[in-house]
């Protein structure tokens, strides 16, 4: 039997897994940043985008429940900074979405590497696909749009990885076991052993050539990319099925 066969769903990271991350969150704070620059001038004459940052990290620290949602996060600590400066609630309110509607156009102008759209389309064809990601790309709005049959986020999922909330939500969703799930991710902690540990196959790809971390039990498999991923699961050459 192929290693694919008894799948009935993926789950798959996003940032560094199917696209190269740093440079999109670098743009998509610049264009913030920009945006407060012209329309909120004082904020920006106090703050550099640095200091912006390490304020979210000490919100973040300050307030855990709002740690695994990054949108939610930002827009607090946007909020926040500009009351201290005696704007309205109101004023913080709109200048604070505002900026997060220019971090978002930026942030989901992402390139994904060469092989993601080609492999992704196939493996569509015989198990559903959900994304899973700590971040808060929206899917929809990238050239993956309509790759995935969902995409899921910390925030809904109420828990960032790796806490297993994410995994639990996509496989109620998809009506699958931990045994009919794989996942596939870059990150050793927040995706192989988080999922593995919630009981699912996991797969790590490891575009970068990094070493695996001595601590943990190494992956089921590692993977430079995603047709390394096709070869594993035997579908190279495999037609495809009815999904279950």
């Known amino acids: 039997m192929s290693a694919w066969q008894h799948l009935r769903l993926i789950t798959i990271d996003l940032d560094d897994t ?3 991350c740093a440079p999109v969150i670098q743009a998509a704070e ?4 920009a945006w407060l620059a012209t329309q909120v001038p004082r904020l920006a004459e106090s703050h550099t985008v640095e200091s912006l940052r390490a304020h979210r990290r000490e919100l973040m620290r300050a307030r855990p429940d709002l740690a695994h949602d990054v949108t939610a996060l930002r827009d607090a600590a946007l909020r926040g900074l500009l009351m201290e400066m005696d704007y309205s609630e109101h004023q913080a ?6 900026a997060m509607a220019a971090f978002r156009q930026a942030r989901n102008r992402v390139e994904p590497y060469a092989d993601v759209i080609p492999v992704l389309t196939r493996l569509r064809q015989h198990c559903r ?12 709005h990238t050239p993956l749009r309509g790759i995935f049959d969902r995409c899921l986020t910390a925030a809904e999922a109420g828990a960032a990885k790796p806490d297993p909330a994410i995994f639990a939500l996509a496989m109620g969703w998809a009506e699958a076991t931990p045994a009919q799930t794989l996942h596939i991710g870059d990150d050793p902690m927040l995706d192989v052993q988080a999922a593995r540990a919630f009981g699912l196959a996991t797969v790590w790809i ?6 695996w971390p001595s601590e943990l039990e190494p992956p089921l498999c590692e993977v430079v990319d995603l047709h390394g991923l096709e070869a594993w699961l035997g579908l190279s050459a495999a ?5 279950p």
Do not use: D, F, I, M
Request: cysteine-free; hydrophobic content about 35%.
């Open 206 to 211: 490891n575009r970068s050539g990094r070493p």
């Open 30 to 33: 610049a264009a913030h940043y």
């Open 93 to 98: 309110s709109e200048w604070a979405q505002g």
């Open 18 to 20: 199917l696209w190269p």
């Open 129 to 140: 696909l959900v994304a899973v990601t700590n971040g808060n790309a929206e899917v929809q």
């Open 239 to 243: 037609k495809p099925e009815a999904r």
